[in-house]
Structure formats: structure tokens, C-alpha cells
């Protein structure tokens, strides 16, 4: 019997045949990748109340299934069901999203931030979250992926269910328009 003093941190890296606590393994595999998996489901849903809810839904998703988890990515495989249940609530509410963003504690917290250089970051930050949001959710879930949570096109691949040829094409598809959408918005803005 393993002794009840081993800490969280013994139980990596033991022999198959002790056993392993399951709990453990699931914060490890799961829970660590929450603030990722709030951050995607804020940018599909567009809301932080069904953020919260979707996270929720997908966490108790994935300690349902967790049995079945075959040790692969623990952050793919937990963004593929929090894609999954953010697309599914995106289904049943059917309707125009509103996103406010606190673009604030950013911009000022620079040191050399003088009044004209927080309007001009501020300006370009809005721009590039309002182009964001202009985008459709295929491509806007791959910017965030890739760019905001930095996962890989394998990882991208694993969690979308794209074969990684796809992920890669609609990646350049989404940065393009993201691009086109920028563009558009300081040409509105120009005198």
C-alpha cells in the first residue's frame, strides 16, 4: 500500500502498478487549462455569464468522461469540449452577441504611457478586438487557438476535429480576413 504521505507531486512519474489518484489526475489533465478554456469560450460566446456556464458544462463533461481519457493532451482534448459546448449553446440561443471589453488596465500599465500613446494603443487594441469579433466563429475560434492561447496546429487539429490541413488553410483564411477587417476599420476611421 503506497504510503498516505506521498504528495500530489510523487504521484508523476510512478510505476503503472501504483496506483494513481484519480482526482489528481484529473486537475492535472483538466483543471490547470480552465483560465484557456474560460478565455475560448468567452471569445465564441461572447459573454461572460455563458462563459462561465459553458466551462462549467464542459467541466463537468469532461469528469464524466474522464474514464475514457487516454492520457493524450489533457489541454486539447478539454478545448474540444469546451469548443463543443460553446458551439452548442451558440445553436440554441440563436441570436446577435454583444461583447464589452475592459480594454483599460492594459494600455496604462505601460511605463512610457503618455496621454497620446494610451489613445493610440487603445485605438489600435479596439480596432483589432472589434475585428475579431467581426469575424465569423470558425475563423475567430482558430485566431484565438492559435494566436491568444498559443496552442499548435496539431493541438488546434485535436481539439476541432479538422484534419490539421484544414486548420492550417482556414488559419490563413482567418488572418486574411482579420487583416481585411483591420484595414476596413482604420479606412472608417481616417479623416
Known amino acids: 500500500m ?7 507531486k510523487a504521484w508523476v512519474g510512478l510505476p503503472s502498478s ?15 487549462h480552465l483560465d484557456s478554456a474560460y478565455n ?7 459573454n461572460d455569464q455563458d462563459a462561465e456556464d459553458v466551462v462549467q458544462e464542459a467541466s463537468l463533461k ?12 489533457g489541454r486539447a482534448w478539454f478545448l474540444a469540449i469546451v469548443r463543443n459546448a460553446s458551439l ?3 445553436r440554441r440561443r440563436k ?5 464589452s471589453i475592459d480594454l483599460e488596465p492594459d494600455i496604462a500599465a505601460a511605463p512610457d504611457a503618455n496621454p497620446e500613446t494610451v489613445l493610440l494603443r487603445s485605438l489600435d487594441k479596439a480596432a483589432l478586438w472589434k475585428a475579431i469579433e467581426g469575424l465569423p466563429v470558425a ?15 496539431r493541438e488546434i487539429a485535436d481539439s476541432t476535429s479538422l484534419p490539421i490541413g484544414t486548420v492550417m488553410s482556414r488559419l490563413a483564411r482567418a488572418r486574411q480576413r482579420l487583416q481585411a477587417e483591420l484595414l476596413a476599420l482604420t479606412a472608417e476611421e481616417a479623416p
Open 62 to 73: 469532461a469528469l464524466n468522461s474522464f474514464s475514457r481519457f487516454k492520457g493524450q493532451q
Open 2 to 8: 503506497v504510503s498516505a504521505e506521498l504528495s500530489r
Open 95 to 99: 441570436s446577435e452577441r454583444e461583447v
Open 88 to 90: 452548442d449553446r451558440l
Open 18 to 32: 501504483v496506483p494513481k489518484d484519480p482526482v489528481y489526475e484529473f486537475e492535472l489533465a483538466v483543471l490547470r
Open 40 to 46: 475560448l469560450a468567452r471569445w465564441l460566446v461572447g
Open 139 to 153: 475563423y475567430r475560434e482558430m485566431i484565438i487557438m492559435r494566436e491568444l492561447e498559443e496552442l499548435s496546429y
